[in-house]
């Protein structure tokens, strides 16, 4: 008795002789071994299905196979093992590339994409971070730069100096107690507009550089310091110069004393300092 794939290999590599007594063998003298087959075929074996209990023949094997409940198949969407039984509610409820799509939006995606999509999605619903409000993702960012009264922002006066932030609803209320101060910022902007020609920087760019390169005009901003409302300062420091810039702040002081429209007419006149600048220096020189 061989087994057919190795006398076929010995007959091929060595001639056609038995390897075991030398005689003369040919492939067509080889015939199947039906007895051995049948022999192999009693052979009581276990279900090769992992948790299966049952024993068989080896001959009842196949038959076993296409009706043992653990037998398994590959998921045609996720390729993962699964058993026959199971595949139709794996494929819905259980497999990780089973089609799923948003409830808050219409897109579809694979349940793996799920957790990416929600942390994403524009229409999921999250809450401001701030005023605890519910919004859908997409609004989020206008609620915090316009609505949100809870989310900081800073000082209307920030682009003169002021360093405040605070949370919106308060605005109002840092606007009415930093009159003075707000003030203070804007004549000592407006002073080094004055100083360093047209081009327009906030304060707290140039620093305290300013007093350093002309002692004049820094003189007024301490004279200006402490409580007292800028108006009086500018009418009455002797130090002012020259008197076009007096005349200015006077003006403006008087305005920005009234509050509510300050802001607005001090972005008109931003906007159009840098004509009534080449203006001043025309009289002035
Ligand atoms: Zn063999
Ligand atoms: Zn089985
Ligand atoms: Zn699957
Ligand atoms: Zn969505
Ligand atoms: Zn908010
Ligand atoms: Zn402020």
């Known amino acids: 008795r061989f087994c057919k794939s190795c006398i076929e290999k010995s007959i091929r590599d060595t001639g056609q002789r038995c390897p075991v007594d030398n005689e003369m063998l040919s492939e067509d003298q080889l015939f199947p071994d039906n007895f051995a087959k049948r022999e192999i075929l009693s052979l009581t074996i276990r279900c090769p299905n992992a948790d299966c209990a049952e024993k068989m023949e080896l001959r009842h094997l196949e038959n076993h196979l296409a009706q043992c409940q653990f037998t398994t198949v590959p998921c045609p969407q996720c390729l993962q093992a699964v058993r026959k039984s199971c595949l139709e509610e794996h494929k819905t409820v259980e497999c990780q590339r089973r089609l799923v799509s948003c409830p808050d939006c219409v897109t579809h995606f694979f349940f793996d994409e799920k957790e990416l999509h929600e942390q994403q999605c524009l229409f999921a619903s999250v809450k401001c971070q701030y005023c605890e409000l519910d919004l859908i993702r997409d609004h989020v960012e206008s609620h915090c730069d316009t609505d949100c009264p809870k989310a900081p922002i800073a000082c209307n006066f920030s682009i003169f100096g002021c360093k405040e932030r605070m949370q919106r609803h308060d605005l109002a209320q840092h606007m009415q107690e930093f009159t003075q101060m707000h003030m203070r910022y804007m004549a000592e902007y407006l002073r080094s507009l004055s100083l360093n020609g047209t081009t327009p920087k906030p304060l707290r760019i140039l620093g305290p550089s300013i007093s350093t390169e002309d002692p004049g005009p820094a003189a007024l901003v301490s ?8 108006t009086s300062c500018s009418i ?50």
């Open 223 to 230: 004279a200006c310091g402490g409580v007292r409302p800028a």
């Open 236 to 285: 009455n420091s002797a130090a002012c110069q020259p008197t076009e810039d007096i005349q200015r702040l006077r003006e403006m002081d008087g305005r920005l004393v009234k509050q509510d429209h300050q802001l607005r007419e001090l972005i008109i006149l931003k906007e159009t300092q840098a004509g009534q600048l080449a203006e001043l220096r025309r009289r002035v020189s």
